[in-house]
């Protein structure tokens, strides 16, 4: 069952590497350790593959990219590959810029990554489906989405992880549908870089990288669901506090009443 892994994670406490953005770079640290894995915050180029030796997983953010970020990424990403440690890949924004566009592919011609985990515009991008992307928001997507996801899942060996109101997962075989989440993630910064951050943490203890990522998926948009009944009358600010809050006291019999998935 899927809520045994979040049970491997608090008992492992995984450390997940990240190079992320400076936008996010707080939260993402703080939703990592809710969830009961330890962060780590470590970009330059001159550690990046020491600290990768240590951790259980390493997860790449390109919301604020810069060349010197990706040189990091792509040599954290290499000793990640040698070890055998999954790599997580957010591509934030990625067809809103040739920039984004080519720094994307050019960490995934360069290294084998385990979970790619964006909206549906920025996956509708990479799997040449189309989309339609306005900064990092993902404002239309394209109706052979789906197939097209699951033929980028099989031609990178890669789990592909759409978000949205509901989430997809595919391995390229395997197709998982979410239904977990609540409008009031869409109202504060920086949900589609935490949700990598627990996947991260989910794949950290969990091979079976589908399944982590589904299992991530269902356990963060359920905390999203429990922080809203407390929060709709006050707003963002609220639901961002109750959401960690539930996040940490997140339970397996609340994930196996809460769970909203189908796998096909």
């Known amino acids: 069952m899927i809520s045994g892994i979040l049970k491997k994670v608090r008992e492992n406490k995984p450390l997940i590497h990240h190079i992320t953005n400076m936008v996010t770079v707080n939260d993402c640290a703080n939703v990592t350790l809710a969830v009961g894995a330890l962060p780590v915050m470590a970009h330059a180029l001159e550690e990046v593959e020491d600290m990768v030796k240590a951790a259980s997983c390493l997860v ?126 869409g109202t504060i910064t920086g949900t589609g870089c935490m949700l990598s951050s627990v996947i991260g943490s989910f794949c950290g203890v969990e091979k079976d990288y589908f399944r982590a990522a589904v299992a991530a998926l269902v356990v963060f948009g359920l905390s999203g669901e429990l922080a809203a009944k407390k929060s709709n009358i006050y707003g963002p600010a609220s639901f961002k506090i109750n959401f960690f809050d539930e996040l940490y006291n997140i339970t397996e019999e609340k994930i196996i009443e809460g769970s909203k998935y189908k796998v096909e």
């Open 60 to 185: 790449l953010n390109i919301g604020t990219l810069t060349k010197e970020q990706v040189d990091a990424m792509i040599k954290a990403g290499e000793k990640a590959n040698q070890l055998g440690i999954p790599v997580v890949l957010d591509p934030v924004g990625a067809g809103a810029t040739p920039l984004r566009t080519k720094s994307t592919w050019r960490i995934l011609n360069e290294v084998k990554v385990s979970v790619i985990k964006g909206n549906s515009a920025e996956i509708g991008t990479l799997a040449g489906a189309g989309g339609e992307i306005k900064g990092v928001e993902a404002v239309k997507s394209s109706e052979n989405l789906l197939p097209a996801s699951k033929e980028l899942a099989k031609r990178l060996n890669t789990v592909v992880v759409v978000s949205g109101a509901t989430d997809i997962v595919t391995d390229g075989e395997r197709i998982a549908f979410v239904n977990n989440g609540h409008y009031l993630m």
